[in-house]
């Protein structure tokens, strides 16, 4: 809908093997993206982070995990992502975050990342979050600039 770019991600955010699509027990990836989520979440940025790292991530980019690429995309939005991620050294409260959002993103019937739910209107996509955002922005609830 909006033209933007998109590739498979490499590397993959969740390590699996893809002719058996078995997940593999160590995930290096995953965890620190859904907990630096979090993050710029509670920083008032999360929308606005996801946006960003999803371009990133699904846009072609590869080895976005190294070099300067995630320090780049939370910057461009407002964040600084080495503050971010001291903010996490210890993770329980970021884990239990993510596991409350993902009871709530089984409970709306919906999968995959990166999937939003308003008012039981699901936005599921890269393409899609400009739409959420205008929807949030429409009842107040989130300054989108950035995104």
């Known amino acids: 809908m909006l033209g933007l770019p998109h590739a498979w991600p490499s590397p993959d955010p969740i ?3 893809l002719k058996t699509f078995k997940i593999a027990a160590e995930q290096p990836y995953i965890y620190r993206l859904t907990w630096l989520g979090v ?3 509670r920083r008032g940025r999360g929308v606005p982070f996801a946006a960003e790292v999803s371009r990133l991530i699904f846009g072609g980019t590869k080895d976005w995990h190294l070099g300067d690429h995630l320090h780049d995309a939370a910057a ?3 964040l600084n992502l080495d503050e971010m991620e001291k903010a996490i050294v210890e993770p329980d409260s970021h884990r239990e975050e993510v596991d ?9 019937g919906q999968w995959g990342v990166p999937t939003f739910v308003f008012n ?3 936005f599921f ?9 205008w929807r949030l922005e429409k009842e107040n609830l989130a300054d989108c600039s950035n995104v």
């Open 15 to 17: 390590v699996q093997d």
């Open 39 to 41: 993050e710029a979440q």
């Open 76 to 78: 461009r939005v407002g």
């Open 100 to 108: 409350r959002n993902q009871e709530a993103l089984d409970r709306s």
């Open 120 to 122: 039981g209107e699901p």
């Open 125 to 133: 996509g890269q393409d899609r979050i400009e739409t959420l955002c």
